[in-house]
């Protein structure tokens, strides 16, 4: 752990260790890294071969244990993942664990605690980083073939967030670590301060949702990279790459019982962790509704807690594209079909709403209408889809009403899209909705889909927007200023300054990169502990100082008290 390591006074210079080196503690402390290279796929290439044959391993059914340390396990209540795009294929067959298996995997957390805190710093690093060289290697089809069969994604979308970006978070995440470590606190002749980083006392509930795999890699790795024990709830729509995520840490050295993968309703385990006392924090991505549950939860509970659980969230957003009459608008154009239509916009990112001056609508409109005409929604298996299903039943209804209501809806019209279809996949068509109205509720609701609604304003009501924007939505997460007038941008930066924990101008408001933006916001968007950067590994230690008095103490009295 980090206490047996007291870093020494002095500068640390940086040079590049491999990941797959052996860490000492000296090559811990100077290890740096770089974003993992996103891959092309082109047709004939090597990266493509690999995915191929990938997609042909995982075509039929993989079945899919509770893990708790070594043992698998398996019950009556089996569930299924289908593909999105044909929910008739199942991909992974999976089990639901009840109240008792989940109290046995926080026994097992619990078990395997106090070796893993104790274990040097740099020998976790090091099984992370090999990790981190397993998906960029060896499993990298495999981790972009089970993210686009369970989840939707095309090969480009799977590849950004499965490979790189987990990839990232994993290597990051250790030269983080490492950074915290050249702070040494001040000492003088009499004493000797230090500052060890522990492991939180308890466990870790990680609770990820399907839109990202990395974000399921890394809402169990960070904490136990720290010296801490997981128990991780994957969703039950990305169960398929989240299990070989999971295999790939256990691969890597990864002890049993660090992290636990188990598979359950929502409630059972949610109810399970809150009410153990051994509950050290809530690691979450997904809906406010749910948060808001857990926190509730642990608030009932406080009086039973060891120690107070921390509780990270992201929760999503209602992101915005506030365009100015100064702008590109070739820039506008793309931005918004990219940011609100990747992914089917089950981004927390994804352009929701956009706010256009009259006098440049009209080529914004008759751009949007182009691409969109030229966008392809279908199988994430053939090479020329933009998009694909969404991801379930409930994720198609809930888009479905959206579009029905802007179908009948007095201020609203539906200008493109609009239509959907869960025959066979879960398919919703890339809408784009103009409003008259800026507090309309499409305006102002979360709808996780690739529904874009713009307002039109007149120009010279810029300022006005902009407190339109401020007010508008409870949420706070990204946010997107397009503008060449440096005047606007400083003052829309400011005046919207809360609105929005990623902020972009002249782009688009999805694309956050580790280590470049740190992700998160604020308001109902969630905590805000901003993922990918320097601060989100301190969210998983418990620090403690250190005072060491070296000079004999001979004086009890204060000078003051002589005569």
């Not at 290697?137 to 089970?146: D, H, P």
């Not at 990820?208 to 720290?226: D, E, Y």
């Not at 809150?274 to 926190?295: E, I, M, R």
Request: proline fraction near 5%; charge should be neutral; hydrophobic fraction near 35%.
């Amino acid at each position: 752990m980090f206490s047996q390591r007291l870093n020494p006074l002095g500068l640390i210079k940086r040079i590049t260790v491999m990941s797959c080196r052996p860490l000492t503690y000296e090559s811990f402390l100077k290890y740096t890294c770089e974003n993992e290279p996103v891959l092309d796929y082109l047709a004939g290439s090597e990266e493509r071969k690999n995915l191929e044959a990938a997609l042909k391993k995982y075509e039929g059914v993989t079945e899919v244990p509770i893990c708790i340390g070594d043992e698998e396990i398996k019950t009556s209540d089996i569930r299924h993942q289908v593909a999105p795009f044909d929910h008739q294929r199942k991909v992974a067959k999976f089990h639901y664990a009840t109240p008792a298996i989940v109290q046995k995997g926080i026994d097992s957390c619990m078990s395997a605690r106090k070796d893993w805190e104790a274990t040097p710093i740099e020998k976790r690093a090091e099984i992370f980083l090999k990790a981190a060289d397993l998906i960029a290697g060896k499993y990298r089809g495999e981790i972009l073939a089970t993210t686009m069969l369970g989840q939707g994604k095309t090969i480009v979308q799977a590849e950004i967030d499965a490979a790189p970006e987990l990839i990232d978070f994993l290597r990051f995440n250790v030269m983080f670590a490492a950074k915290n470590l050249t702070y040494t606190p001040i000492s003088t002749e009499r004493y000797i301060d230090t500052l060890r980083y522990r492991g939180m006392e308890g466990f870790w509930a990680a609770v990820s949702p399907f839109n990202f795999t990395a974000i399921g890699g890394n809402l169990s790795g960070t904490p136990a990279l720290m010296g801490n024990v997981v128990m991780w709830k994957p969703s039950d729509t990305a169960v398929l790459s989240n299990y070989l995520v999971y295999r790939i840490y256990r691969e890597a050295g990864l002890p049993p019982g660090v992290i636990n993968f188990v598979t359950a309703d929502g409630p059972v385990f949610g109810n399970a962790v809150t009410a153990s006392p051994d509950l050290c924090g809530v690691n979450f991505t997904g809906s406010v509704k749910t948060f808001q549950h857990l926190w509730k939860q642990v608030g009932m509970n406080l009086e039973k807690y060891k120690t107070y659980p921390r509780l990270i969230g992201e929760c999503g957003g209602k992101n915005y594209h506030f365009v100015h009459k100064s702008a590109d608008t070739e820039s506008v154009i793309n931005g918004t079909i990219k940011s609100g239509f990747e992914f089917g916009g089950q981004k927390c990112s994804a352009c929701s709403r956009i706010y256009v001056p009259e006098s440049k609508w009209a080529e914004v409109k008759d751009g949007l209408i182009a691409r969109h005409k030229q966008i392809k929604l279908g199988s994430p298996l053939e090479q020329d889809s933009y998009l694909s299903a969404v991801i379930d039943d409930k994720a198609f209804g809930r888009i479905k009403s959206y579009i029905d209501h802007a179908k009948t809806a007095p201020d609203l019209t539906v200008i493109a899209g609009g239509k959907y279809d869960d025959s066979k996949g879960y398919y919703v068509e890339p809408t784009i909705v103009e409003s008259k109205n800026p507090r309309e509720k499409i305006m102002q609701e979360e709808i996780f889909g690739p529904v874009v609604t713009a307002y039109v304003y007149p120009d010279n009501e810029w300022r006005e927007i902009l407190d339109v924007i401020n007010t508008t939505s409870p949420y706070g997460l990204t946010g997107s200023v397009y503008a060449q007038d440096e005047g606007v941008v400083n003052e829309a930066v400011e005046s919207l300054k809360q609105t929005a924990g990623n902020f972009y101008i002249n782009d688009q408001s999805t694309g956050s990169v580790v280590g470049q933006q740190p992700f998160g916001g604020a308001r109902l968007s969630g905590t805000n502990d901003k993922a990918g950067g320097p601060h989100y590994v301190l969210k998983f230690c418990s620090p403690q100082s250190i005072k060491r008095t070296v000079v004999p103490v001979t004086e009890w009295k204060y000078p003051y008290m002589s005569s």
